[in-house]
Antibody, heavy 121, light 110 residues
Framework: QVQLVQSGAEVKKPGASVKVSCKAS????????LHWVRQAPGQGLEWMGW????????NYAQKFQGRVTMTRDTSITTAYMELSRLSSDDTAVYSC??????????????WGQGTLVTVSS | QSALTQPASVSGSPGQSITISCSGT?????????VSWYQQHPGKAPKLMIY???KRPSRVSNRFSGSKSGNTASLTISGLQAEDEADYYC??????????FGGGTKLTVL
């Protein structure tokens, strides 16, 4: 079945960077865009951007431009989201999701299980 | 890109119907037929409930329906059940290949 499996929880210090992985299986990796969404504790969902696994093209939410980098490795069907210059405001669960673009429909599904990133000194 | 506006909470008794609103602008909700809705239980990943304003995936109960008027989209749940208690999020295309979510609504089944 279609599945997105993410890397484990991370604890980082302010100013550091974090890189979260999202391994896809059960479908042709290059057919569907992968989006990243985060959710701070007790807060709503926040869209961060997407990567086209076929071309490597990306599009980031204005809020994260200059601080986020989304990449992929097609040989291992894995996408990555790296966020730099972390602050406590970046403490959140980061999730990858199949989303609009490529052969996907105009919705977000499936979702990875989420990766908790805690930023603390 | 400002988050779409949803009520923080709504509640209803079993069997009743409730509606959750999602207010955007003419740059997002009002311009595209691309609003989707997600259900999220605590500690779980969001689940797609409605897409393209009012379409329902086959695996989703027909008790869930979506609609839109101008810049405001709505999710209606009829015949409320205990298992419907969850957080609900709307999402809209916002142009330039970007997307925006709502702040979320906590549904309590009394």
């Amino acid at each position: 079945q279609v599945q997105l499996v993410q890397s484990g929880a991370e604890v980082k210090k302010p100013g550091a960077s974090v890189k979260v992985s999202c391994k896809a299986s059960g479908y042709t990796f290059t057919d569907y865009y992968l989006h990243w969404v985060r959710q701070a504790p007790g807060q709503g969902l926040e869209w961060m951007g997407w990567i086209n696994p076929n071309s490597g093209d990306t599009n980031y939410a204005q809020k994260f431009q200059g601080r986020v980098t989304m990449t992929r490795d097609t040989s291992i069907t894995t996408a990555y989201m790296e966020l730099s210059r972390l602050s406590s405001d970046d403490t959140a669960v980061y999730s990858c999701a199949g989303g609009p673009g490529g052969k996907s429909g105009n919705w977000f599904d499936p979702w990875g299980q989420g990766t908790l990133v805690t930023v603390s000194s | 890109q400002s988050a779409l506006t949803q009520p923080a909470s709504v509640s209803g008794s079993p069997g009743q119907s409730i509606t959750i609103s999602c207010s955007g602008t003419s740059s997002d909700v009002g311009s595209y037929k691309l609003v989707s809705w997600y259900q999220q239980h605590p500690g779980k990943a969001p689940k797609l409930m409605i897409y393209e304003d009012n379409k329902r995936p086959s695996r989703v109960s027909n008790r869930f329906s979506g609609s839109k008027s101008g810049n405001t989209a709505s999710l209606t749940i009829s015949g409320l059940q205990a298992e419907d208690e969850a957080d609900y999020y709307c999402c809209s295309y916002a142009g330039s290949s970007t997307w925006v979510f709502g702040g979320g609504t906590k549904l309590t089944v009394l």
